[in-house]
T-cell receptor, first 118, second 115 residues
Framework: AQSVTQLGSHVSVSEGALVLLRCNYS??????LFWYVQYPNQGLQLLLK??????LVKGINGFEAEFKKSETSFHLTKPSAHMSDAAEYFC????????????????FGQGTILTVHP | GAGVSQSPSNKVTEKGKDVELRCDPI?????LYWYRQSLGQGLEFLIY????????KSGLPSDRFSAERTGGSVSTLTIQRTQQEDSAVYLC?????????????FGAGTRLSVL
């Protein structure tokens, strides 16, 4: 079974500073990895995803993440934080089962609340 | 509509009552998923539908939970004899197809409070 660990339930940065949200996964088969963002009282919105190919993935709102198989990591970064980035961020993993089929179940990390200070 | 729609947005009920939560997926999406978001458990997968079929119901927390989907579209999650531990936000998501790499689009959720 796969699992996701997000290091740091709360991260606080100043406006304009680097954002780094950490995600490590565990999976016995090649994973598909996702970052979602959730604003208060809203559903989850996809920031970016990694399936295959290029390991550096660019997403919306200036976010990017790098898949590092050797470190089983998929950390999310943004060079310069904006006030509007304050939200909760979820890393998630999905895998294809051994038969080559899958139903796309997402396994989520516990989430990281990002606070941006002026 | 353009996105996944869930109703009601908020539901307050008394312990022991039954509740129904509704999800309208994006038109044309064959895959539909239910998740539960709670303080203690984070985001948990409950059940998925491929068309109207739910092949795996093992994610449902107890036999008080059931779900159905009709016409390959609307889905209803029913909780019978609600308990306080059922209090959570129930999220619905839809996707073009049942594959591991497809994007799931989420609704805003139904916040259930059991008193």
């Amino acid at each position: 079974a796969q699992s996701v660990t997000q290091l740091g339930s709360h991260v606080s940065v100043s406006e304009g500073a680097l954002v780094l949200l950490r995600c490590n996964y565990s999976s016995s088969v090649p994973p598909y990895l996702f970052w979602y963002v959730q604003y208060p009282n809203q559903g989850l919105q996809l920031l970016l995803k990694y399936t295959t190919g290029a390991t550096l993935v660019k997403g919306i709102n200036g976010f990017e993440a790098e898949f590092k198989k050797s470190e089983t990591s998929f950390h999310l970064t943004k060079p310069s934080a904006h006030m509007s980035d304050a939200a909760e961020y979820f890393c998630a993993v999905s895998v294809s089962n051994a038969g080559g089929t899958s139903y796309g179940k997402l396994t989520f990390g516990q989430g990281t609340i990002l606070t941006v200070h002026p | 509509g353009a996105g996944v729609s869930q109703s009601p947005s908020n539901k307050v009920t008394e312990k022991g009552k039954d509740v129904e939560l509704r999800c309208d997926p994006i038109s044309g999406h064959t895959a539909l998923y239910w998740y539960r978001q709670s303080l203690g458990q984070g985001l948990e997968f409950l059940i998925y539908f491929q068309g109207n079929s739910a092949p795996d119901k093992s994610g449902l927390p107890s036999d008080r939970f059931s779900a159905e989907r009709t016409g390959g579209s609307v889905s209803t999650l029913t909780i019978q004899r609600t308990q306080q531990e059922d209090s959570a936000v129930y999220l619905c998501a839809s996707s073009l197809a049942i594959t591991a790499k497809n994007i799931q689009y989420f609704g805003a959720g139904t916040r259930l409070s059991v008193l």
